[in-house]
């Protein structure tokens, strides 16, 4: 992982710095509406009810959202701009090398080379654009979120963190596995796509197939494991929404909290079961992305720094 990432950095620090930045301040917003929303609901369970003040609560909280919003805007176009052109960097270097090993005498692997600039450039170079800011932003948002939560009510706050930890436990137990199956698929496939020449295709049409079939089998065995393990995720997630909502009561019942921070809790749950989700699925794509950028660097030899580029 550490290489995948010390590449990306080398090739777009300057522009990761700034995509830093942006997400810091998205996650930073995150829990804002959740106070708003609780004031909200505590004004409106009140005696006195101020129709200026729920107006002014409702323009603040949209206020904040517009903001949050529009700093996502810009998050997500400057990473999706920064993804295309590290896409069209690997396409260029991969290009240059298919020249070098030409120009060398050796054989090249049409249908690797191939696969690798079609595909696999562009999957790691989509990867490449948020490979910072997404996980800043997610995992900002989640402190924030459980920190809001643990601050008005640490027992709702509790059951918040026990649900994280169980499925950060199922997920790095889970991709161990998926993860020999991504391997094994991209070098199938490029074995495979090697073959596809004009000369031997009829010759090797048989062999190609059963090929195509341990592809089938190995996608087969990687939507066991990924869809068991979300279905213990949403479980896990279910149970916690329910644990809220009966601690939330019960201390309602006692007079130990209000109904806007059982409500504002219930809200953060979906807030973090989210970025909670979308951090499970990256890191599954990061340890999917560190194999095939592994496997593209065999596609440059032993001198791979040769065709590095520094960031524009």
């Known amino acids: 992982m550490f290489r995948l990432y010390s590449a990306i950095w080398r090739a777009s620090a300057g522009r990761q710095v700034i995509l830093i930045l942006l997400s810091l301040a998205v996650a930073a917003l995150a829990a804002v509406p959740l106070e708003f929303q609780r004031d909200i609901i505590n004004h409106l369970t009140s005696d006195n009810i101020a129709v200026d003040h729920l107006l002014l609560l409702g323009a603040g909280m949209l206020g904040v959202i517009l903001l949050s919003l529009a700093l996502k805007w810009v998050l997500g176009y400057r990473a999706g701009t920064l993804g295309e052109d590290i896409i069209r960097l690997i396409r260029g270097r991969l290009l240059v090398r298919a020249i070098d090993v030409k120009e060398e005498g050796q054989s090249l692997r049409s249908g690797t080379m191939t696969t ?3 595909a696999e450039a562009e999957e790691l170079g989509k990867f490449a654009g948020g490979a910072f800011s997404d996980p800043v932003v997610q995992i900002g948002t989640l402190i924030s ?3 809001y939560i643990s601050s008005t009510q640490p027992g709702l706050g509790l059951i918040a963190v026990s ?3 169980p499925q ?3 997920v790095l137990a889970s991709q161990r596995k998926v993860n020999l199956f991504v391997a094994e698929r991209v070098r199938i496939l490029r074995r495979a796509t090697d073959r596809l020449t004009p000369e031997d295709i009829e010759a090797t049409a048989r062999v190609i197939e059963a090929e195509f079939d341990e592809i089938f089998e190995t996608r087969r065995k990687m939507f066991i494991w990924k869809l068991s393990a979300k279905f213990l995720l949403s479980v896990i997630n279910g149970a916690g929404t329910v644990g809220v909502l009966m601690l939330g009561g019960w201390l309602v019942l006692q007079g130990k909290t209000d109904v806007g921070t059982v409500v504002a809790a219930i809200s953060g749950l979906g807030r973090i079961q989210g970025p909670t989700a979308f951090l499970i699925a990256f890191y599954r794509q990061v340890s ?3 194999i095939k950028y592994e496997l593209m660097l065999e596609l440059f ?4 720094e040769r065709y590095r580029r520094r960031d524009r």
Do not use: L, T
């Open 116 to 118: 690798a600039i079609s």
């Open 145 to 147: 979120v459980i920190g």
């Open 163 to 165: 649900m994280i930890v």
């Open 168 to 170: 950060i436990v199922i």
């Open 288 to 290: 999917a992305n560190r």
């Open 301 to 304: 030899g032993d001198h791979p």
